[in-house]
């Protein structure tokens, strides 16, 4: 079932519902910044959540922003941080133990060998995960309307492009106040730090 806002079961905390709830009341409020960086973040921790997903998509096709890549093998890997890490954590253990059954007489050689191949899914699933999550932890959501990315991290650096917002940009360096960001589409630029909120939240 997926994320419902409720007004007699409110959802409070860090959680996919409450942030979902939270990017809807942005997004009747015309605040779409607002509303992107909370749906991507809510979908951090439920990714294949349907109502995040297609509120999300409609919000980006509102503004004419460009659509997301589908990329259905993420999808299917990518799914609580948690969990997927003691997977990996359950998957050493176990590749651990198959080692120690290579003692004469410790096991038999089939139950040894189906160990070793579940312990190094388990660790190989974790770090699919960890490779496919790497990306959005360096992403960003552009949150006032008109920020314009400039040629050097200086407020009076010459404007190069103007990002809409809620575009989704990739953040690679920051300096005094300045975060360099690049877009979708190749283009890099300066943006003042508060024009720009990540969706992994730093605190």
Known sequence: MGCQAS??????????????????SYARAGK??????????????APNDPDINANLRHVRE?????????????????????VIAWLGVIGLTIVGVSLLFRRPF????WLRSAMAVVGI??????????????PKLHEGVVIVAGTS????????GDP??????????????EHEGFVLVRTRGGRIGWVSQANLAPVLPRN
Request: with cysteine; hydrophobic share 50%; proline share 10%.
């Open 7 to 24: 007004a007699e079961t409110p959802q409070t905390g860090y959680s996919a519902a409450a942030l979902y709830n939270l990017a809807n």
């Open 32 to 45: 779409p910044g607002m509303a992107v960086l909370n749906y991507e973040r809510a979908r951090l921790l």
């Open 149 to 156: 990315a400039r040629v050097s991290p200086v407020p009076m």
């Open 106 to 109: 410790s096991g038999p050689r």
């Open 62 to 82: 509102s503004l004419q922003l460009p659509a997301e890549p589908h990329d259905w093998f993420g999808r299917a890997v990518v799914g609580r941080p948690a």
């Open 121 to 134: 899914a388990l660790v190989g699933l974790t770090v699919c995960n960890a490779v496919l999550i790497w």
């Open 160 to 173: 190069l492009f103007v990002l809409p917002e809620a575009e989704t940009v990739t953040m690679t360096a």
